[in-house]
């Protein structure tokens, strides 16, 4: 098997110091076994993502000599693809759509928090048989499993465990018709075949959600590892931006 891994920074600012880790982890990992290192942007964050940030990361890696294999590639240049994989999804009926407005989700959310509940959707759209027209507006949510848990062998951490029921139907596209991040990164490593993701524990929750999906396309699920995270002086961690404007951190 050809090791393949990843670096996938948000262009919402300059690569900071904790990322420029990420990126060295996955490069050296891939070439330490003969493998590739692919560099992909993942800038569907439309409102915060920049051209400046981009350049600047670009320069980072230049800086660092952490030459990529493949890419880059840019999640809003693949929205197509997105949306026939969850057209696909919505046929299969692993995904559906929900007509849910805001004010409902947001009584719900505070109902359950009332009762101490964690936040999630009920799942009303996905055993709902209402009849709604073509243009209504609504998003659209994967299928999550009811039962069972997520297990998946993290390198660093070893067995994580996740329950199905903590876990809620992720929106996959908004009412805008843009794919969200989590459906897209799914997407991304399946079709770049990515085998290793290395990246921060704060993505930690993240996993159980994109194997789910995965496992609903029959694709395969990458070896996980998630490193700590690089806290500043204040105990917080390392950012991308300063109240004084961006900085870069690495050059």
Same mark, same amino acid.
């Given at each position: %098997?050809? @090791? ?5 920074? =948000? ?31 993942? *800038?569907?964050?439309?409102?915060? =993502? ?6 600047? @990361? ?6 660092? =000599? ?34 849910? =407005? ?52 993290d390198q660093i951490r070893g067995p994580i465990e996740f329950s199905n029921q903590e876990l809620d139907d992720l929106i996959i596209r908004r009412t805008d018709g843009s794919p969200t991040y989590n459906f897209c990164v799914v997407?991304?490593?399946?079709? %770049? ?36 995270? @690089?806290?500043? *002086? ?18």
């Open positions: %098997m050809k @090791i393949k891994t990843r670096f996938a920074p =948000s262009p919402t600012g300059y690569l900071h110091v904790g990322g420029a880790r990420t990126a060295l982890y996955s490069w050296l990992f891939a070439r330490n076994h003969g493998g590739e290192f692919v560099l992909r942007i993942e *800038d569907t964050d439309l409102e915060r =993502s920049t051209p400046e940030a981009i350049e600047a @990361i670009m320069d980072g890696m230049n800086w660092l =000599s952490l030459e990529w294999d493949e890419g880059p590639y840019y999640q809003t240049k693949r929205f197509d693809r997105y949306n026939a994989v969850i057209d696909q999804m919505l046929e299969e009926g692993t995904a559906y759509k929900c007509y849910c =407005s805001k004010e409902r989700l947001e009584a719900l959310r505070e109902e359950q928090m009332a009762k101490g509940e964690k936040p999630r959707y009920d799942g009303r759209c996905r055993h709902s048989h209402d009849h709604h027209a073509d243009d209504e507006p609504c998003v659209v949510r994967f299928a999550n499993p009811q039962e069972g848990s997520v297990v998946f062998d997407v991304d490593d399946w079709d %770049m075949e990515i085998t290793h993701v290395i990246r921060g524990e704060d993505h930690i929750n993240n996993t159980p959600r994109q194997i789910n999906i995965l496992k609903a396309l029959k694709a395969p699920v990458p070896v996980y590892a998630h490193v700590s995270m @690089i806290n500043g *002086d204040d105990g917080k961690k390392t950012v991308q931006t300063s109240r004084g404007g961006q900085r870069n951190a690495v050059s």
